[in-house]
């Protein structure tokens, strides 16, 4: 029976696309209207420390976030990007309760994602982050691989956006069920390097089709969790789903979802 049950991400899709941009500089602007142009999502990990204080314009200020980044999803990248791992578990507290008791405050809704300010991170850091309320942190090790993570804390993208051109055929071809393109960097990359065409490119060849789910980090850490929740009969034929989210199925070859709240037989 189980064997017969493939998971799917919403409206059925087979595979999903994210972003995530580090550091809220004023570049971000560019890739936000580039990825809204697209119709395509990410995750931006900013520092509420810079946002606050930059006089420069090199940085996002808080008063621009909530709307900048509508539709998007705002992290936390910590006031004042340390290496964790050489802070003690006070300062890491701070750090990252700071960043979300300000952007909160400014988008409204549980700023619980995050990314590791120079990718680095260790054991302490990582129970530090639990009793913060932080349920999903990104590294910077490129895997080249379309895999979900093994872990939400040591959360490990597909690759840099300057690699992305590289693995884009390979995804492409790519319809197994929960597959993920996870692409991340920073948008003054794109200005030092004078290459915003890159960040287009990517975007125009990135599937436009109803397999393809575009969404925030977020948004993907959400949903699978919520699968994961779903409370089977014994006999795997009745299916409870407690949470507030549709989750998506092939079975027997035919796209179904159980609905919040539903008890669903599959037959
Ligand atoms: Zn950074």
Same mark, same amino acid.
């Given at each position: 029976?189980?064997?017969?049950?493939?998971?799917?991400?919403?409206?059925? @899709?087979?595979?999903?696309?994210?972003?995530?941009? *580090? *550091?809220?500089?004023?570049?971000? !602007?560019?890739?936000?209207? @580039?990825?809204?142009?697209?119709?395509?999502?990410?995750?931006?990990?900013? @520092?509420?420390?810079? @946002? %606050?204080?930059?006089?420069?314009?090199?940085?996002?200020?808080?008063?621009?976030?909530?709307?900048?980044?509508?539709?998007?999803?705002? $992290?936390?990248?910590? &006031?004042?990007?340390?290496?964790?791992?050489?802070?003690?578990? #006070? #300062?890491?507290?701070? %750090? /990252? =309760?700071?960043? +979300?008791?300000?952007?909160?405050?400014?988008?409204?809704? &549980?700023?619980?994602?995050?990314?590791?300010?120079?990718?680095?991170?260790? *054991?302490?850091?990582? %129970?530090?982050?639990?009793? $913060?309320?932080?349920?999903?942190? !990104?590294? /910077?090790?490129?895997?080249?691989?379309?895999?979900?993570? #093994?872990?939400?804390?040591?959360?490990? &993208?597909?690759?840099?956006?300057?690699?992305?051109?590289?693995? =884009? $055929?390979?995804?492409?071809?790519?319809? !197994?069920?929960?597959?993920?393109?996870?692409?991340?960097?920073?948008?003054?990359?794109?200005?030092?390097?004078?290459?915003?065409?890159?960040?287009? #490119?990517?975007?125009?060849?990135?599937?436009? *089709?109803?397999?393809?789910?575009?969404?925030?980090?977020?948004?993907?850490? $959400?949903?699978?969790?919520? =699968?994961?929740?779903?409370?089977?009969?014994?006999?795997?034929?009745? /299916?409870?789903? &407690?949470?507030? +989210? %549709?989750?998506?199925?092939?079975?027997?070859?035919?796209?179904?979802?159980?609905?919040?709240?539903?008890?669903?037989?599959?037959?």
């Amino acid at each position: 029976m189980f064997n017969n049950i493939t998971w799917l991400y919403p409206q059925g @899709c087979a595979r999903a696309v994210t972003f995530s941009y *580090d *550091d809220g500089r004023n570049f971000d !602007r560019r890739v936000i209207e @580039c990825l809204n142009r697209y119709g395509m999502k990410g995750t931006f990990n900013l @520092c509420s420390e810079y @946002c %606050e204080t930059d006089t420069k314009g090199n940085y996002i200020h808080l008063d621009e976030i909530a709307e900048l980044y509508k539709g998007h999803e705002v $992290a936390v990248h910590c &006031p004042h990007h340390p290496y964790l791992e050489r802070i003690n578990r #006070q #300062q890491v507290l701070t %750090e /990252v =309760m700071e960043d +979300r008791r300000v952007f909160e405050k400014l988008v409204g809704y &549980p700023v619980v994602g995050m990314a590791y300010p120079f990718g680095t991170w260790d *054991d302490n850091v990582i %129970e530090v982050l639990k009793s $913060a309320g932080i349920v999903y942190s !990104r590294n /910077v090790l490129s895997t080249f691989k379309f895999n979900l993570p #093994q872990n939400w804390l040591t959360w490990a &993208p597909t690759c840099h956006h300057d690699g992305a051109m590289r693995v =884009m $055929a390979d995804f492409k071809e790519c319809h !197994r069920t929960l597959a993920l393109f996870y692409i991340w960097g920073h948008s003054y990359e794109f200005n030092e390097n004078n290459n915003w065409e890159v960040l287009e #490119q990517i975007c125009e060849a990135l599937p436009k *089709d109803d397999d393809t789910w575009y969404a925030t980090n977020g948004e993907i850490y $959400a949903y699978i969790e919520s =699968m994961r929740n779903l409370i089977f009969t014994t006999d795997l034929t009745k /299916v409870y789903n &407690p949470t507030a +989210r %549709e989750i998506w199925f092939s079975f027997k070859g035919e796209k179904r979802s159980v609905k919040s709240g539903e008890l669903l037989e599959i037959k």
